[in-house]
């Protein structure tokens, strides 16, 4: 992936306040998503770091650690929302409430369609909502 100045910057920044190597960052509505190995550590005691470099960026940020489980990275990446992940072998399966249904897909499928970009960029499998 070929990324611009900003998000350079904007990588290089987060690595330095928070001293945890960035794996991967996309921008999703308006938030950044930064994509860690030490999700702990770049979050910071009582979430500092986060409330620090969301300042300094001007713009909302989340931090996802990344793990090799599947399913405790979607949940890592779906955080706050609960569902009921389950691993299908080709694709994983999100069962919840309709409220978390309409909240994981999101209005014509943007938020799902986020979440399949990164399940196929590092698992090349897809999540579906039941």
């Known amino acids: ?4 100045n900003d998000t350079i910057q904007q990588i290089n920044l987060f690595e330095k306040l928070t001293h945890s190597k960035v794996k991967d960052m996309h921008s999703h509505n308006e938030i950044l998503v930064f ?10 005691k009582e979430g500092k ?3 620090k470099i969301s300042y300094l960026m ?3 940020i989340k931090i996802v650690e990344y793990t090799e489980n599947k399913v405790n990275f979607i949940n890592s990446l779906i955080y706050p929302l609960k569902a009921e992940i389950t691993d299908k072998g080709s694709f994983l399966e999100a069962k919840g409430d309709t409220k ?4 994981l897909i999101g209005r014509d499928g943007k938020n799902l369609k986020f979440y399949n970009t990164l399940l196929k960029k590092y698992f090349n499998i897809e999540m579906k909502v039941v």
């Open 35 to 44: 994509i860690v190995d030490n999700g702990a550590k770049a979050i910071g």
């Open 49 to 51: 770091n986060v409330k």
């Open 58 to 60: 001007k713009k909302k």
């Open 1 to 4: 992936m070929i990324y611009s």
């Open 100 to 103: 978390t249904k309409a909240l």
